[in-house]
Nanobody
Framework: QVQLVESGGGLVQAGGSLRLSCAAS????????MGWFRQAPGKEREFVVGISWSGGSTNYADSVKGRFTISRDNAKNTVYLQMNSLKPEDTAVYYC?????????????????????WGQGTQVTVSS
């Protein structure tokens, strides 16, 4: 049974940076797509970015392109989200997720229903 634990969230001023981590334990995620979603108060959970098992395929939401970068270290069973040039509208709880339904795929899903394992979330707050 896999457990996903996010870390690295916090309070930052607009224009600043944060680096989130998501560590998987109990099961290897190294051959599966992983992704990040976020949910702001009063809003639906939305896709941020995902990455295929090898890192060879990524998929970014338009709202974060050029500012956020996803990466993974399969030896550490961990995925990262580097967030630069943060804006107040980036304020949300950030969740990592794994798609365990397919191995060795280049597909990077953008829907919640395409991921079946989720972390508890970490709060990111960007002040004006």
């Amino acid at each position: 049974q896999v457990q996903l634990v996010e870390s690295g969230g916090g309070l930052v001023q607009a224009g600043g940076s944060l680096r989130l981590s998501c560590a998987a334990s109990g099961r290897s995620a190294s051959t599966y797509t992983m992704g990040w979603f976020r949910q702001a108060p009063g809003k639906e959970r939305e896709f941020v970015v995902g990455i295929s098992w090898s890192g060879g395929s990524t998929n970014y939401a338009d709202s974060v392109k050029g500012r956020f970068t996803i990466s993974r270290d399969n030896a550490k069973n961990t995925v990262y989200l580097q967030m630069n040039s943060l804006k107040p509208e980036d304020t949300a709880v950030y969740y990592c997720a794994v798609d365990f339904t397919r191995q060795f795929t280049r597909r990077v899903g953008v829907l919640e229903s395409e991921y079946d394992s989720w972390g508890q979330g970490t709060q990111v707050t960007v002040s004006s």
